[in-house]
């Protein structure tokens, strides 16, 4: 029996829902439920009850009264039985004397629910001193019935890495600190981005939670996280009805995304299918499946709400098939279950960029496939074999667009470069450079010292850049580009000095070039356009300087851009620096 005061916090107590959407589509995958009206039984916080509730040893039977409650006001969602409750489990409840498992499974079932409908969270907050192993003891209880399991609060405890490593969940929710202000953050952007790569890598989803505007929900789903939460979805709500299964000013906002230039991969045409076994499958419908097809070399493997697991590949089974025993051994393994047997295989979305793809396959050495996932459930995979092609079409078109002199980049991944920089909230450098005097010296010494001379500045580029995501590229002949993201303690004047070592070196260095007469009356004489002889300084570069991301954030088009650049360039040949330089930070809007 409750005590009084026990009893008032089951009797006041309702929960709020939240909902966990597909970060593409806005379509409703789950709610989250969030424990309300607490204070009234006199608890200041939600901490406060549980930890109060371990102490007096109720805590099993104090969440089992308010799970219910959970679960009964879930019910009462229309689409309940096609979407999740996640549900915040205590891991200190098998501490408790009066532990039992398999009540929830009967409250589903009263509810016409089963255990793919409940995922619960576990947090990092009881993972220390003598709560280290209770994880693993609550995972293989509730993993073992069909329940998912996800790790809340992902990154902000000290434990985290550790639970993933043991726990093995079905999904990482990123903890708020993380996502909050997230573009405006390199090293926040860092560390999603590692995470969600970690679990791409496992087939693991990820939650991005509390998004509360647009532009942490756009660079959550750039950096590929799964789902998201928070209110820039919707705040919990007590009221069920309020609870939509689709969110369209999500899709409206993917969908303007893309119109501004954010490329999602055609990975339909290299989709490949197969039928795919269930976890509760007979291993004999795996036999039948390797048995059907000799170019399959593995299985997917589903739950049966069709959320991919892993794949069964036929090395892993060949070690028992081979005697009766081993036969007899695999049988007894996968009675009820194939988890025995199941290996982690690289996930992702269908939506996802053929470059993230690729970058998920090539993380891990034992990825037989990638499996694809339309709003989290499988719709087929991309193999070896075809994840071999796709990345040898990418390289075939970068080659096509390399300058085949100085082997650069060419003009479409520059103007990738340029598009996608302006869309960042990142601090970006890009410079146009464009050698003075060059015909001249072009038709004076002849086009194969021409052509050194373009290779020079090409090293001269290579070798000065020292910083992450640079782009060197030749646009063609004389001019060139360099553009570069750039670290958050970067300042202007750190990134000016650049251009100026750049230039400065090739204005020295080109000097070798010329003949001795040359070198000490400082020009050569050539045909000017009007084919009369004309006197011609020795040759430098100019660069024309754009620095984004310092201050007020430009929407520009491509011609506003280019006519930017152009009045620079002019200015940069008759400036004594060779250097036109502007800070679109210091550009007031109109």
Not at 72 to 95: A, C, E, G, Q, V
Not at 199 to 211: D, S
Not at 233 to 240: D, E, F, I, L, M
Not at 343 to 370: Q, V, W
Request: charged share 25%; proline share 3%.
């Amino acid at each position: 029996m409750l005590n009084e005061k026990w009893q008032k916090l089951v009797d006041v107590a309702d929960f709020a829902f939240q909902p966990i959407v597909n970060i593409y589509t806005g379509k409703l995958y789950a709610v989250e439920a969030l424990i309300r009206n607490y204070e009234g039984a006199g608890f200041v916080t939600i901490d406060a009850i549980f930890d109060t509730a371990y102490s007096e040893k109720v805590l099993y039977m104090i969440d089992v009264l308010l799970r219910e409650k959970a679960i009964h006001k879930f019910s009462l969602l229309p689409f309940s039985k096609h979407i999740k409750l996640f549900y915040n489990l205590d891991n200190r409840i098998t501490m408790m004397p009066d532990f039992k498992p398999g009540y929830t499974c009967e409250l589903l079932n009263s509810y016409g629910m089963d255990t793919s409908n409940i995922c619960f969270e576990l947090s990092e907050k009881h993972q220390v001193g003598m709560y280290a192993g209770v994880d693993k003891l609550v995972l293989n209880l509730y993993k073992q019935q069909g329940y998912k399991m996800a790790i809340d609060d992902f990154g902000v405890g000290f434990s985290g890495l550790q639970m993933l490593f043991n726990a093995d969940p079905n999904f990482i929710k990123i903890d708020r600190f993380f996502v909050c202000d997230i573009h405006l953050s390199k090293k926040k952007r860092l560390f999603v981005s590692s995470i969600v790569q970690i679990a791409q890598v496992m087939g693991i989803f990820t939650i991005a939670e509390g998004v509360e505007c647009e532009e942490e929900y756009l660079e959550c789903k750039k950096l590929g996280c799964n789902m998201v939460q928070g209110y820039f979805v919707q705040k919990p709500t007590q009221n069920v009805c309020e609870i939509l299964s689709s969110y369209e000013h999500l899709k409206t906002v993917s969908l303007n995304d893309k119109r501004k230039g954010t490329k999602n991969s055609d990975i339909v045409k290299y989709l490949q299918k197969n039928h795919p076994v269930f976890i509760d499958s007979s291993i004999n419908e795996v036999y039948e499946m390797l048995r059907a097809d000799k170019t399959v070399h593995f299985v997917p493997v589903l739950e049966r709400d069709y959320t991919p697991i892993g794949v069964i590949k036929d090395t892993d089974i060949k070690t028992y098939i081979y005697s009766n025993y081993g036969k007899a051994l695999l049988y007894n393994l996968t009675k009820g279950s194939l988890k025995t047997i199941v290996s982690s295989c690289g996930r992702a979305d269908i939506n996802d960029p053929i470059e993230k793809i690729l970058k998920i396959y090539g993380f891990d050495d034992e990825n037989d496939a990638i499996l694809i996932t339309e709003n989290e459930k499988y719709v087929g995979y991309l193999s070896s074999r075809v994840l071999l092609e796709m990345v040898n079409e990418k390289n075939i078109v970068d080659a096509k667009d390399q300058n085949p002199l100085t082997g650069l980049s060419g003009n479409r991944i520059i103007n990738e470069f340029v598009s996608t920089a302006m869309e960042s909230k990142d601090k970006v450098l890009m410079a146009y450079f464009d050698f003075d005097n060059f015909k001249p010296f072009n038709d004076y010494y002849g086009f194969r010292k021409g052509d050194r001379a373009i290779t020079l500045f090409a090293d001269i580029l290579r070798s000065a850049v020292g910083l992450e995501e640079c782009l060197v590229g030749h646009v063609g002949g004389d001019d060139f580009f360099l553009g570069w993201s750039l670290k958050e303690e970067h300042n202007f004047e750190r990134v000016y000095g650049i251009v100026q070592e750049i230039v400065l070196k090739f204005a020295e260095d080109i000097k070798s070039f010329y003949c001795e007469n040359g070198l000490s009356s400082g020009y050569i004489l050539a045909k000017n356009r009007d084919g009369m002889l004309q006197s011609f300084p020795l040759m430098t570069v100019s660069a024309a300087v754009i620095c984004h991301g310092f201050g007020y954030q430009h929407d520009l088009d491509d011609n506003e851009l280019n006519e930017i650049f152009g009045r620079l360039k002019k200015s940069a040949k008759h400036a004594p620096t060779h250097i036109a330089c502007v800070d679109l930070g210091v550009i007031k809007p109109a």
